[in-house]
């Protein structure tokens, strides 16, 4: 079991620039969550994916979309990208009939807006 | 709106020590709590979950916590640290409030160091 993956590692872009992040969830799971993780924070919930619609939504502006697909893997995609927006991007994968009680982690990636 | 409090951004303790992590949490209902642990460059890692179940919950890596509700507490700890234990670890709450409506708000963290 491959776990949680995300794509790419590491990425720089330039400010106004627009980013796209990529997630395959845990086997077997079928919710995708994904966090922002600023320098010496804990992560912040950005938004929360399920039967490829958007269930929830933290505190971010519209720049940040996503996108999950029918083999429930997900995309972020973030516009205009601001200085701000650098961090480190976390995807959690879960399973709604367990209840999403168990959230599984990728080892996320490294965003560096220039 | 659920909230976590970390006590202390830093905890520096020697090799073979208690190791105290505390986390305090408000929730307006019935919490599930939850403590990670991050590497350097590195994503979140389970050490152990609180779901309702027994109020002393055992993780991996030795590692124990306590759901208190009259403290609102869920503080974590280990008998004796080993340097491999040093990493950021973080407190979390979620609070099921039906459906696919489930998040996990976490504290700022907490870096342990373990001095040889």
């Known amino acids: 079991d491959a776990g949680v993956t995300q794509s790419p590692t590491h990425l720089i872009k330039t400010r106004g620039q627009q980013v796209t992040l990529r997630c395959s969830p845990k086997s077997g799971h079928d919710t995708v969550s994904w966090y922002q993780q600023a320098l010496g924070q804990g992560p912040q919930f950005i938004f929360q994916y399920y039967e490829e619609e958007e269930r929830q939504r933290g505190n971010f502006p519209d720049r940040f979309s996503g996108h999950q697909f029918p083999n429930y893997s997900s995309e972020l995609n973030v516009n205009a990208l601001l200085l701000g927006d650098s961090a480190l991007y976390l995807c959690?994968?879960?399973?709604?009939?367990?209840?999403?009680?168990?959230?599984?982690f990728g080892q996320g990636t490294r965003l560096t807006v220039v | 709106a659920q909230s976590v409090t970390q006590l202390g951004s830093h905890v520096s303790v020697s090799e073979g020590a208690l190791v105290l992590l505390r986390c305090n949490y408000s929730?307006?209902?019935?919490?599930?709590l939850f403590w990670y642990v991050q590497y350097p460059n590195q994503g979140l890692q389970l050490l152990l979950k609180?779901?309702?179940?027994?109020?002393l919950v055992k993780g991996i890596n030795g590692f124990e916590a306590e759901f208190k509700k009259s403290e609102t507490s869920f503080h974590l700890t280990k008998p004796s640290a080993h340097m491999s234990d040093a990493a950021e670890y973080f407190c979390a709450v979620s609070v099921n409030s039906g459906g696919s409506n489930y998040k996990l708000t976490f504290g700022k963290g907490t870096l342990l160091t373990v001095n040889p």
């Open positions: 959690a994968s879960s399973l709604i009939q367990a209840g999403n009680t168990e959230a599984f």
């Open positions: 609180y779901t309702s179940a027994a109020t």
């Open positions: 929730s307006s209902v019935p919490p599930y």
